[in-house]
């Protein structure tokens, strides 16, 4: 609870730093693969866990599917409900991912977009939680932290060579960015955790693709032609000899029938 409350609190102060939905190429990639997963031709009631702003559930309204947002932070909902005000196929809850107020076997599909399970403070339990409430058949769809990039990318970088160690060990990084003066925990996963956290609790694995395995994902911003860059990522992500060299892993999973 410590480590969510601590979550809470930043992206509650940093709420006001999100304007309307700005254009980012990774959230473009990602959005490519989340609609790409859907199942066609049938209207989905959808559960965005951690949905922050609605970024990803705007792409999903907007094919005419139900969505219920959820967030820890107020703040973050209170933008989503500003920015999302035309639709009327969106509900909106303030709660935690580990511990969801919905039915049994209630969702088509649950996303998970951008680092939630990284955040939420028991990966486990939340993975649980979205099982629980997916119908049979239903999809979990999300994207998580590669640990080697991220330890590299920073501790390795900074050469802080113990800290490196021990957050490769265990996975555990405190972060902080923005402006702000505190920050919080995340933990990152290794490809075989990631695959373990979903089998345990009882999860098909139907793809784990690394969508960010050319560049960066916050170097990506800097390319010129976005365009051509997206579909070259978009075919390499395909390449699984390369899926250890993306920063996020985006994996697709389904409730057994």
Known sequence: MEKEKKV?????????????FEYRVC?????HFLVES????????VLDVGGGIGRFSKPLLEQGHS???????QGMLDKAKKLLNNFSN????????????????????VIMMNAILDYCGNHAKAVKEAFRVLKRDGLLIGNVNNRLIYCRNHELK???YN???QNMKTGDRYIIWGDQKEGHMSHEFTLNELKETLLTVGFTIKKISGVFNLLDKYEMENIKDKKTFIELQIKYAGYEEYINNSSDFFFIAEKPQ
Request: proline letters at 2%.
């Open 158 to 160: 900074n050469e802080d």
């Open 67 to 73: 969505v219920v947002l959820t967030d820890i932070s």
């Open 38 to 45: 859907l199942p066609k031709n049938k209207k989905l009631k």
């Open 8 to 20: 809470e609190t930043f992206y509650d102060n940093i709420c006001s730093s999100y304007g309307n």
């Open 27 to 31: 959230d473009a990639i990602l959005e």
């Open 90 to 109: 969106i509900e909106f809850y303030k709660e935690s991912v580990t511990n969801l107020k919905h039915s049994d076997e209630e969702f088509d599909v």
């Open 163 to 165: 800290l490196f160690e």
